[in-house]
């Protein structure tokens, strides 16, 4: 369990880190932007990238057990014998 939490835990990380990354010039924008934060975070290019983000963490939160349990499910199969 340790270690698909860490697993999780670095992915979000990553993925929170890449979605800052490639909306940094909305970020510019913004921040150029003199209007009240309200007004500015209502609009439709910010909700646009919070929800890209809050939507692609769920994925991979959801994606990571599912494959574990694949590949636990694959790997813990008895072998069939090719010598035959």
Same mark, same amino acid.
């Given at each position: ?13 990553? =993925? ?5 990354? %490639? *909306?940094? #010039?909305?970020?510019?924008? +913004? ?23 809050? =939507? ?5 939160? %959801? *994606?990571? #057990?599912?494959?574990?349990? +694949? ?14």
């Amino acid at each position: 369990m340790r270690v698909g939490r860490d697993h999780i835990n670095a992915i979000i990380n990553t =993925l929170f880190l890449a979605y800052t990354g %490639a *909306s940094f #010039p909305l970020l510019i924008l +913004l921040y150029a932007n003199n209007q009240p934060g309200a007004i500015t975070l209502s609009g439709e290019g910010v909700m646009t990238e919070i929800m890209r983000a809050m =939507l692609g963490s769920m994925g991979v939160v %959801a *994606s990571v #057990p599912i494959t574990t349990f +694949l590949a636990s499910y694959i790997f813990s199969r008895p072998q069939k014998d090719k010598t035959k």
